[in-house]
């Protein structure tokens, strides 16, 4: 009786594990970027695209990062010609749809990094989802030419 009750744990916790990893696996991370930060930057942003190829709407809940003392979401508002940021306490990703973070738009607000980011880098994110699911990625630093106006720069 001992041995069967062992295989069915162990078939729940694979069946749930599988399950928490099939949820995870219909959101994609694409394109994330941070453009490398003039000398004594103490905010840069970040920009990437999530995909959700599943069937089910997923939320952005929060993003961290060892490289930064922390991370916001934001979103670019023009109002009357002034540009301003507005703090995101979560950014949905409809089922099927991307959220594309992008300059001018949704970003990363990326505050006080422990060292300078230059060109090449690869710096280490935790995206963490309404789920409780978490992606971590290297993000790439790249030149900042051709990115537009700084708008990050509050």
């Known amino acids: 009786m001992m ?3 062992r295989k069915a744990l162990g078939a729940v916790l694979l069946g749930w594990a599988l399950g928490v990893g099939a949820a995870h696996a219909d959101l994609a991370l694409l394109d994330a970027w941070i453009p ?5 930057s103490r905010i840069l942003a970040g920009y990437l695209t999530l995909e959700n190829s599943g069937g089910e709407d997923r939320s952005l809940v929060k993003v961290a990062s060892p490289h930064f003392a922390r991370v916001e979401m934001h979103r670019t508002v023009i109002a009357d010609d002034v540009a301003r ?12 749809a991307r959220l594309e973070m992008r300059p001018g738009g949704y970003h990363l607000m990326l505050v006080e990094p422990v060292t300078r980011m230059e ?4 710096v280490e994110v935790t995206l963490e989802f309404d789920d409780r699911s978490a992606l971590t990625h290297a993000v790439e630093v ?3 030419h051709g990115v537009g106006p700084h708008h990050h720069q509050h």
């Open 3 to 5: 041995p069967r009750r």
């Open 36 to 40: 490398e930060s003039p000398p004594g």
């Open 85 to 96: 940021m507005e703090v995101q306490s979560r950014l949905d990703i409809p089922a099927g």
């Open 119 to 122: 060109r090449g880098m690869q």
């Open 142 to 144: 790249r030149s900042h």
